[in-house]
């Protein structure tokens, strides 16, 4: 009897006599995760298989993971047997297509899995069977090089340069602190483990926005008046810094549209600047009408700067990043105040707000109309950051025990909850990179976590330096 490890996750035997543990269960589920994000990268390459990858891509993501206590049912190792069949269907559709090619690669035995009946004891026998199969699939992936198609030819290359986006994620994190100084740490998201630091001089503290634009790192400070560093992300070191006008205090959000950096900040009225990256000086100030106090988030969509206010009310301005004016409001319905995040996918825009519970509206960005709210749970309180990745909305909430809710855009239904580990509580920032999501905690030290998007479950958690405490902002490159 053997175990497993499929990039990380380890597939343990069944032992005769002993009953299947959620946990053995649980990690079925996060490999085939692991099988479909290295399959998404063949699914760009090789169009032939694209709807074996769907049917695929929607059994494992149907999956759902057990807690301590809960039966495994016939129902459930049915859907786990029906998506290790789906990957084995769509591994058939990829060899054939390889064979066709005249290229006939060395690769592991696979096969179809046989349901079963309920009332039906699992034995170990069968267990140990699947963890096999799993782990075949996996390193089928892994040996078949990508196909290079062009209109002229189709080659081969080997071993596939990408499948290190799977092995080691490509690209960094970035972790912004509510500390004085205001650390910014480097982080490697594949080992969730410390690259390098960087140390602002003494009075730059509380980082509380990070954003990215042509390969540089920008920080936003909670000073008075309002510093942004450009700092380069191969040395950690500063590059220029960016000094707000009189009256521009704490750069409460960051965001990069067509060249250019856009800052807000809470004051009274919300200013947002608009600032040159290479001269980090400043090109124009867009000044909100009276009312319209401290901005708690931007985003941008189709070419437009979105801002929202903490607000009773909460209202989101439409603006032109040319002229820096203002085309069009958006009033929230009572009782949906101060706007904390926003987020943009699939042509609206998504608001969140720091009341109880953590509603989100969907807005029409053309003409800033409601669409429609979610509702959370009771306890799923403020609604702290939004993002959007792999046509999902994920809303993070600044609780005690921090979880985040994985949103259908269309339906404004939730689909899947995470709960953060014991301990990282607060959650006050979401990135993603490489389809993944970093949540990062107010915590002392400032824990982040990387999660996966499909099982909503951690994978692995950053542990900081000492004194790198409660962390403000995330952002990746990548």
Known sequence: MSSYNVNGVILSPAISGNVITPSQYNNKVLALQQILDL?????????ECSSQFNAMQNAINSLTTVTVGQYISADLVNSLIDAINAVYDYEECLI???????????????????????????????WNQWNQEIYNEYELLTMLPFLIISSESIGFVSPSPSILKITQVIGNVFVGYMTSPG??????????TLIKTFTPLSGYHDVISLTTLSNYVFAGYATSPGFIFKISPSTMSHVKTFTAPSGHNRVQSLVALSGYIFAGY??????????????????????????????????????????????????????????MELIKTFTAPSGHDGVFSLAALSGYVFVGYGIKPGYVDKIDPSTMSFVKTFTPPFGFDVAIAIISLSSYIYIGFNTYSSNIIKLSPSTMESIKTFTAPSGHNFLDTLTALSGYIFAGYYTTPGYVDKISPSVMTVLKTFTPPNGHNKVGALTSIG
């Open 96 to 126: 054939s297509v390889y064979n066709s090619q005249g290229f006939y690669p060395s690769l592991p035995f696979i096969t179809s899995l046989t349901k079963v009946s309920p009332n039906m004891i699992i034995t170990p026998f069968s």
């Open 39 to 47: 399959a998404t990268q063949f699914n760009n390459k090789i169009p």
């Open 183 to 192: 650390y910014i740490d480097k982080v490697d998201p594949s080992t969730m």
């Open 266 to 323: 809470a004051t009274t009225p919300g200013y947002v600047d608009k600032i040159s990256p290479s001269s980090l000086n400043l090109i124009k100030t867009f000044t909100p009408p009276s009312g319209y106090n401290k901005v708690g988030a931007l985003t941008v969509l189709s070419g437009y700067v979105f801002a929202g206010y903490i607000t009773s009310p909460g209202y989101v301005v439409k603006i032109s990043p040319s002229s």
